[in-house]
């Protein structure tokens, strides 16, 4: 292909294979400039190369695009879009388009050419714009094509504006109040409300004095669910503070929130806890890895949690009260597993103030005992003095039977020395009552002074005349 003035615009060799059909052969041309072309086509196989097709013309239109019109935006921002989509309309001729556009004080922003392909769609033609921040911005379009470039747009021109403030949610006063008091809360959890296209927040609190307690840029997208913005306080001392917040984007700061006043009561030093539980059961028998927890104490802001086996220490560490407690109860799972062995621990409460008394327990972590198996009776028998029998746990030392009616009238509660009971296997207890006709349920646990109480195991049975 020869172009205007005999330039060669293309001189390339394709295999049959890539770029025919069953009829006839095509290859997309490169981008042509205006004016005459050229173009002929030579035919080859394995045998040799046939003759040139004689040159054929076409010419490509000499006629520049017209100029496009700007769409959006063209006016003020909402406050939280800072990176807008620039839209005009779309030429039919043009293949590229140039944008232009100044920032505030007249500082080029971009200037970009894009191919018509990558941005346009059947009637209009978008790029994205890089977060800018507030001030007034002008911008505008230039359609091209081979011909040449066409006429530029008028300047378009829109504003970007700083984010609007956010909503304070806890804590604050409901009116008339002025001051919201949280009590022993010295911990708090601060909550605003999400603002859109907020990227960063600045938390400003500071007691009545003037002492700033938190001066923190926080990112949205660590803090702030899809309604709601949150952050854990710094522990607070008793007394009277206020808070604010600040929206912040690529755009610039927004505005603050009014300021709003809180207060905490007046702190002593805290007392002891209480009601010290392994898994919820005072001194019960924890599995390997226990969950400790205590009442929670209103001064108190932090717990020391410490755990001992004899000698060898087990768990000291200090935890904060709203990280570990929830209402009334404060609770930490074990971090470690624990060994089968008797524990001793104790839980310290602590404010500014200084350091509360400790309180105290102990618990044993023991291997469960198995449950007897293969209990017999079971269904319908006619003996109304039935021998029961179940399996041996090697490891017990003593069985509990326990037999009752479906009226709830207990027969059997009785302990039996295994070596009364199992001089084999299985045990056996000869019923020591005697059974009218009715339903039982009756059930076995083995004991011994290491594993403690085993599993109860049940059966039913019907005594049948």
């Not at 926080?218 to 854990?232: F, G, H």
């Not at 009226?407 to 084999?424: I, K, M, T």
């Not at 004991?447 to 195991?457: E, F, L, V």
């Amino acid at each position: 292909v020869l172009g205007p003035g005999g330039v060669v615009v293309l001189d390339k060799t394709s295999t049959a294979a890539s770029i025919c059909n069953d009829t006839t052969c095509s290859v997309q041309s490169p981008t042509l400039k205006a004016g005459k072309h050229t173009w002929k086509v030579l035919a080859s196989s394995p045998v040799g190369s046939g003759p040139w097709t004689p040159y054929r013309t076409f010419y490509t239109s000499t006629v520049k695009p017209l100029a496009v019109n700007l769409i959006s935006p063209l006016t003020d921002l909402d406050e939280n879009i800072y990176a807008p989509m620039l839209t005009w309309s779309k030429e039919v001729t043009a293949t590229s388009y140039r944008v232009y556009m100044l920032g505030p004080g007249g500082i080029l922003k971009l200037d970009k050419t894009y191919t018509a392909a990558s941005i346009c769609n059947d009637t209009t033609c978008s790029v994205q714009s890089l977060a800018l921040k507030a001030g007034n911005y002008n911008w505008r379009v230039l359609a091209s094509n081979p011909a040449g470039a066409g006429p530029w747009t008028d300047y378009g021109v829109f504003k970007v504006i700083t984010p609007i403030a956010t909503e304070l949610l806890y804590p604050v006063p409901e009116p008339p109040a002025t001051v919201e008091n949280i009590g022993t809360n010295y911990i708090p959890i601060y909550r605003w409300s999400k603002v859109e296209n907020v990227t960063h927040y600045l938390l400003y609190v500071k007691t009545i004095s003037g002492v700033v307690v938190l001066n923190q840029w926080v990112l949205a997208d660590k803090v702030c669910d899809a309604t709601t913005c949150s952050y854990t306080s710094p522990t607070l001392k008793g007394g009277s503070y206020s808070w604010q917040v600040r929206t912040s984007n690529a755009a610039g700061d927004g505005g603050w929130t009014s300021v709003v006043q809180f207060s905490t009561d007046t702190q002593y030093i805290p007392e002891a806890t209480s009601n010290l539980a392994i898994n919820g059961v005072p001194n019960s028998n924890p599995k390997e890895k226990p969950v400790y927890t205590w009442t929670r104490v209103p001064m108190a802001t932090s717990y020391r949690l410490y755990v001992k086996t004899g000698t060898t220490l087990v768990l000291d560490k200090w935890y904060r009260s709203v990280e570990v407690c929830n209402g009334d109860v404060c609770s930490v799972p074990s971090p470690a597993t624990l060994k089968l062995a008797k524990y001793s621990w104790w839980v310290q409460t602590y404010n500014v103030l200084g350091y509360g008394p400790w309180r105290g327990s102990s618990f044993d972590v023991q291997a469960a005992s198995p449950a007897a198996a293969n209990l017999a009776p079971s269904g319908t028998i006619t003996d109304p003095t039935p021998t029961f029998t179940w399996d041996k746990v090697n490891s017990a030392t003593k069985y509990h039977v326990y037999v009752k009616g479906l009226s709830g009238v207990v027969f059997v509660d009785q302990w039996y020395e295994s070596s009364a009971v199992c001089p084999g296997t299985p045990c056996t207890l000869v019923s020591p009552v005697t059974f009218s006709t009715a339903d039982y349920v009756w059930s076995v646990m083995p004991y011994n002074a290491t594993a403690n109480y085993g599993p109860w195991k049940s059966e039913s049975f019907k005594v049948s005349p």
